[in-house]
């Protein structure tokens, strides 16, 4: 455990007694986003993503410590365990070493290797790496036994071969060796499979494409890896790039380490035919497989952290707020769903409307609208943005004209539809509207993201809601994992009414799981609202460490203690007791006190149980209780009479939404049912090397219209308005990414040109790209 703390400490650069109290709280049962808020002095002011990280390097290690143990064991059991190799074993910082040096004693099925030295052939594979005097072919004439399938010298010497190349290829020292040859300079070459230009042509940046193995971005990688998938490239690795004889600096490592110092005698000319098949047929096609699954895990993880930083912008939306609200699901031919909620999210109306063909019934609908909207008093109308959402965005714009008079203060907003389908045909929107159709139940949905994203986007997989990039090429268990992990830290960081919240959102709070959620629901409903935190022990299973995790995350507005409705955690009621009672004031006097509390010195009022941070931010709490961390509420307008493709020119400047933010750039919605690209060279005037620093899911951003292609449904745009578009037929300066298909989903294929050299290295050879096509596949299965 201290080894664990201590590797941890360095990665993390923090003290290793912070690593061992943040251990013991998390396998006390404490959650990461109660321990970041609620115990800062045990852990030093660990933030939830160093707590985060703590906690997912933790697994790791211990799945290698206990991986360790298992390999001491089996080795102990042979009887081969010696003190160097406990001690290599022991330093191992990874599963790969780790992997590596048990490599030569992991029980394996019978080798040619092993058969040879079952017929007794070890001693002249030892004596021909030994001795280059001798004479192979009169040498192995001494070991000829035809009963054990050895019946000539050429079988023989075979049989040596086969000895020699695993003995080699098992030596853990010699693979590291290799494995930092390839790293410093071996290249993935990616050419197209023949015959497959024109069904892969959205692959075709790839068809004849090499780079550093090590440094391909994310995207690009799971890019070639999805085209090898679809059968259109083949991936091979050249570990000598620019050489005629691939490979060579790879062998010669292995002349190296093992002290060989080959001449052309005829030992010497046999020892080097050994020591090219060891690299060609053994290490080369290992180092393949190990070198391109990195390659996708270290992808895989960038993914997912985009996706992880683009949910988490996403669900901290500014929310319109608790105002009656009106959702309409777009439609042509089926009709365009209406939903109204009341200030509670409250499902009060629905209906179907027709405004566009084949029923072009604008004007009935427009009365419709108007009709609702009055009786309701409604002050949000929320526009779904898929099928036909710049029309029925103007049936909302009619709908604003007709009901001036009445309700001036009426708006309408464009809300993403990502994920509003999947609720509809859930089993929580069923019990929750068991009688409404699924299409009307999708208006509902996008009425109440208006009022608060975080409430209802936590009712959706957090996989359906849309905003990673190759999100369906990576695993989707470390993916599940990760977004799941965003959606707790973001609840928790927002806080929940417990007396409005659904039980999925109340799910997501610390401590909480779905049963206890539900049970919570159940309470509420058998015995109306919560009047107190403490009333939470009451719900049936909730006990005091699900109770410790939660309360200081769930609120309770007009209860009877005002702290109830604060960020501030129960066990710390007294302490703001005596705050007040030092002030000469009531609890309720003390809360909201800007003029007073800025008289309160912290550190006056710490004690053994509550440290100075914990003190401070208990005085900032009270200051402002119950604070949402969420920006301010904003929205684009699109533009007028820009509503297709056809539509855009080149110079336009337009408002849109971002969308997605992905390595190579963000994807921006500007209403005319496509995204469009900023490329990274285009989001500022300055260098970008991430562009998550500069916009992120949700800003609205003014951008510039700089190339449009129809066919291909392309949108390039810049957010540097004053840059100038490419003329017409002239390169473009960077290649945009092949974002059809999906709003916001990058699919794959086309990359901007940085990085890698266009040309054709040769690789190991044929032979060894079809074996790891055939590896590879099944390490995919």
């Known amino acids: 455990m201290q080894n664990i703390a201590r590797i941890i400490a360095q990665e993390l650069n923090v003290r290793e007694q912070q690593v061992n109290a943040t251990i013991g709280l998390l396998d006390e049962g404490s959650t990461v986003p109660f321990i970041a808020r609620y115990r800062k002095e045990v852990t030093g002011g660990l933030d939830d993503t160093q707590l985060r990280n703590l906690f997912s390097r933790l697994g790791y290690l211990r799945e290698l410590n206990d991986r360790r143990q298992v390999i001491l064991s089996s080795i102990q059991a042979q009887g081969k365990l010696t003190p160097e190799l406990t001690e290599a074993l022991n330093s191992a910082d990874s599963k790969t070493r780790l992997e590596d040096l048990y490599l030569p004693y992991k029980p394996k099925r019978r080798t040619k290797g092993q058969i040879a030295v079952e017929a007794g052939i070890e001693p002249l594979a030892d004596m021909l790496l030994a001795d280059r005097s001798l004479s192979p072919e009169a040498k192995a004439a001494e070991f000829i036994n035809a009963e054990a399938g050895f019946a000539d010298t050429k079988a023989v010497l075979d049989g ?31 050419k197209v499979m023949a015959g497959k230009e024109k069904e892969g042509a959205k692959f075709r940046d790839y068809f004849e494409h090499n780079e550093a193995i090590t440094k391909v971005p994310s995207h690009r990688a799971l890019a070639m890896l999805r085209g090898r998938n679809e059968g259109i490239l083949s991936l091979s690795l050249d570990a000598d790039p620019g050489s005629e004889a691939s490979g060579s600096v790879c062998e010669q490592t292995i002349i190296d380490h093992l002290k060989l110092n080959l001449g052309s005698g005829e030992t010497d000319q046999w020892l080097r035919a050994v020591v090219t098949a060891t690299w060609r047929i053994k290490i080369a096609l290992q180092m393949e497989t190990e070198f391109v699954a990195r390659m996708r895990e270290q992808a895989e993880d960038e993914a997912i952290k985009v996706f992880a930083r683009n949910l988490g912008d996403l669900l901290m939306a500014p929310p319109a707020g608790a105002k009656a609200t009106m959702g309409l699901d777009p439609g042509l031919r089926t009709g365009v769903k209406v939903a109204v909620v009341d200030t509670t999210g409250k499902l009060v109306a629905h209906t179907t ?26 002050e949000l109308v929320a526009v779904g943005n898929g099928t036909a959402s710049r029309e029925t965005d103007k049936l909302a714009a009619e709908l604003l004209a007709y009901v001036k008079d009445t309700a001036p203060n009426i708006n309408k907003v ?4 990502a994920g509003a389908s999947v609720y509809s045909a859930s089993e929580l929107a069923a019990a929750e509207f068991p009688d409404l159709d699924v299409s009307l139940r999708g208006a509902v949905s996008i009425a109440r993201r208006l009022q608060d994203p975080l409430a209802e986007l936590v009712k959706i997989e957090p996989k359906s809601i849309g905003v990673g990039q190759y999100q369906h090429d990576v695993s989707q268990s470390q ?47 058998a015995n109306g609202r919560f009047n107190t ?22 609120r309770i507005s007009e209860g009877s203690n005002p702290l109830d409705r604060s960020a501030v955690h129960p066990e710390a009621y007294t302490l703001v007791e005596g705050i007040a009672a030092a002030k000469g004031v009531p609890v309720d006097a003390l809360i909201g006190n800007t003029e007073l509390l800025r008289t309160l010195n912290a ?20 200051d402002k209780p119950g604070r949402d961390p969420r920006g301010e509420f904003k929205t684009a307008k ?18 849109g939404v971002v969308t997605n933010v992905t390595n190579f750039g963000a994807f921006v919605d500007i209403g005319v049912h496509q995204d469009g690209l900023v490329h990274i060279s285009s989001l500022t005037d300055k260098f970008v090397s991430d562009p998550h620093t500069v916009v992120k899911a949700g800003d609205v951003v003014k951008v510039k219209v700089m190339e449009v292609d129809v066919e291909r449904r392309r949108i390039g745009l810049s957010m540097r308005l004053d840059e100038k578009p490419q003329p017409a037929g002239s390169k473009p300066q960077h290649k945009g990414h092949n974002h059809g298909g999906n709003k916001g989903q990058h699919k794959g294929g086309n990359k901007p040109k940085q990085g890698g050299r266009q040309q054709s290295n040769q690789p190991i050879n044929a032979a060894m790209g079809n074996a790891f096509a055939d590896a590879f596949a099944k390490l995919k299965k």
């Open 160 to 190: 040596a071969r086969y000895i020699l190349m695993e003995r080699f290829a098992e030596d853990a020292e010699l693979i590291r060796k290799v494995r930092e040859q390839l790293q410093s300079q071996a290249e993935l070459v990616s």
């Open 353 to 378: 409307i027709f405004p566009h063909a084949p029923q072009n019934q604008w004007e009935k609908s427009v009365r419709t609208l108007a009709n609702l909207a009055k009786m309701h008093k409604v």
């Open 414 to 417: 464009m809300v993403s539809e």
């Open 479 to 525: 993916l599940s994992s990760s977004l799941e992990a965003v959606v707790e830290d973001c609840v928790n960081r927002v806080g929940v009414d417990v007396n409005m919240a659904s039980a999925p959102l109340l799910a997501q709070v610390a401590g909480l799981n779905k049963t206890l959620a539900k049970n919570v629901v159940d309470y509420r409903d």
């Open 533 to 554: 935190r403490k009333e939470l022990l009451k719900v049936s299973r909730l006990g005091p460490k699900a109770y410790e995790q939660a309360a200081g995350f769930l």
């Open 603 to 622: 550190a006056d009022f710490t004690t053994e149980a509550f440290g100075l941070p914990t003190v401070t931010d208990i005085l900032a709490e009270l």
């Open 638 to 655: 699109f533009k007028d009479g820009v509503e297709e493709l056809k539509d855009l020119k080149v110079e336009m400047i337009l408002e």
